[in-house]
């Protein structure tokens, strides 16, 4: 037996296998839905239709009570995954399966559009090299959108903290509250920034939800990839547990936060001319040359031709 055929079978046993237990957790599920729709008295003519969307939070749920979310997901992939989809909207519970149906898609899509590829070609040659580079391609893709997704995350945190920070000093200095004042970030930040408008929106919900409103702030901080937000998850803390003032506090975070970006700002101005050299030696130098050299050697060339 190949290589490749041994292979095929092996992930096609570990298919029927999870495709098998999900069918198992399915049956359960759908037993424990109809006794509870019996007990309520509520008949399959009068039930609710599913929606598209609750049948993929249920088949994301099978895929982590399946066990195959803890098999393919390590910790760090579930925790960095958590981070950066749930302040884009994806339940906490659901994050780490949405990766893992991302990767087993991706892993199914890979080798099927290298196959097709290898098939529009006409065949010819050997077929292992296509389909392993699709199985690779398969495998990283999910990891590179998630990257993708986690850097413009943080570009757009980053872009909005002066923002962000004029509107808590423009919030406190007004009277509002704490909560108050994130609440109004939230929302005023909805359009403009919608990824600072949600860290700000799970933070308000966790200070309701919780007993505890510093815990809250040390989420806050966890969650944030920015180092921004983690000053300001810690000086609101303090203006918290030790009376400080918000205003004073928030007024000068936000002009370090200024300093900050100018910082940044110039630092990317002087990387710019070693950033140029390159496209300099390509696209602007052999140009010049040729206009400023050319006519020397076109009139060289008949100069020669003339004495000959």
């Not at 069918?23 to 598209?52: C, D, F």
């Not at 195959?68 to 302040?87: C, G, K, N, W």
């Not at 900050?260 to 040359?289: G, H």
Request: include cysteine.
């Amino acid at each position: 037996m190949s290589p490749l055929v041994a292979g095929l079978l092996a992930a096609g046993l570990l298919a029927v296998l999870a495709v098998a237990l999900a069918a198992n957790e399915l049956t359960e599920h759908r037993m424990a839905e109809r006794v509870k729709r019996a007990a309520i008295g509520v008949t399959p003519e009068t039930a609710p239709r599913r929606s598209l969307a609750s049948i993929g939070a249920s088949m994301l749920r099978l895929l982590d009570v399946s066990g195959i979310v803890r098999f393919m997901a390590s910790q760090q992939d579930r925790v960095q995954v958590e981070r950066t989809l749930v302040p884009l909207g994806v339940p906490m519970t659901m994050a780490a399966p949405l990766l893992v149906a991302m990767k087993l898609l991706f892993l199914v899509a890979g080798p099927a559009a290298a196959l097709t590829w290898y098939t529009a070609r006409g065949g010819g040659g050997n077929i292992l090299l296509p389909l392993l580079m699709g199985a690779a391609a398969g495998v990283l893709a999910p990891n590179m959108i998630l990257s993708q997704l986690r850097k413009r995350r943080v570009a757009a945190l980053n872009r909005g903290m002066a923002d962000t920070l004029d509107l808590l000093v423009v919030c406190a200095e007004a009277g509002l509250g704490l909560e108050s004042a994130i609440d109004r970030v939230a929302n005023d930040l909805r359009r403009a920034n919608p990824a600072m408008s949600l860290e700000f929106a799970l933070l308000s919900q966790e200070m309701r939800l919780m007993p505890d409103r510093s815990s809250a702030m040390e989420r806050f901080a966890e969650r944030a990839e920015v180092d921004g937000l983690r000053r300001v998850a810690a000086t609101l803390s303090q203006a918290m547990r030790y009376g400080t003032p918000l205003g004073t506090a928030l007024r000068a975070l936000a002009a370090d936060e200024r300093q900050a970006r100018l910082i940044r700002m110039e630092e990317k101005a002087a990387r710019l001319p070693a950033l140029l050299v390159l496209p300099l030696i390509l696209f602007i130098l052999p140009p010049l040359f040729l206009v400023l050299v050319g006519p020397s050697i076109l009139q060289l060339f008949d100069a020669i031709g003339a004495m000959q």
